[in-house]
């Protein structure tokens, strides 16, 4: 794990113990969006001891100090988690293998402004995100 990661924490005034770096790492290393599901059983192959209730208070931290999103997406029906980009972003989701692609341009900032001045609107935030087929789910379709 980088030392960029792991100063992350202290950043945001959180202590670098083992479980929260091991979340951290998983979520970093990860291309796809996870559930505490998913992230408890990768830390559990690497710590035996780490529990499903340490993994959500870790998330909950984590989601608190904006160092990761919790995203709802339509294949799923858990709450995943990804890391935080440094930039606004969006998403190309793979709907066969779940991969997760993400666009750090915006192609909505001049909407989001017309939007907001068409109706006397501030837009704190907003997210997009398109569902198809990555190109090597689309090769394997067209193999059939």
Not at 2 to 11: I, V
Not at 19 to 36: C, G, Q, T, W, Y
Request: proline residues 2%; hydrophobic residues 35%.
């Amino acid at each position: 794990m980088s030392k960029k990661l792991r100063d992350w924490l202290l950043s945001v005034g959180l202590k670098r113990t083992k479980p929260r770096l091991l979340v951290l790492d998983i979520l970093h290393k990860n291309e796809h969006f996870m559930s505490a599901d998913d992230i408890f059983v990768k830390a559990k192959k690497v710590d035996k001891s780490i529990s499903l209730s340490t993994v959500y208070r870790i998330l909950e931290s984590f989601v608190e100090k904006e160092i990761v999103s919790p995203v709802t997406l339509e294949y799923s029906k858990h709450l995943l988690y990804e890391l935080k980009h440094e930039t606004h972003a969006h998403h190309l989701i793979c709907l066969s293998c779940k991969k997760v692609i993400h666009v750090h341009n915006c192609p909505l900032e001049s909407f989001e402004k017309q939007m907001g001045d068409q109706y006397d609107f501030k837009v704190k935030n907003h997210k997009l995100e398109f569902y198809g087929l990555c190109s090597a789910c689309q090769a394997k379709e067209n193999a059939s």
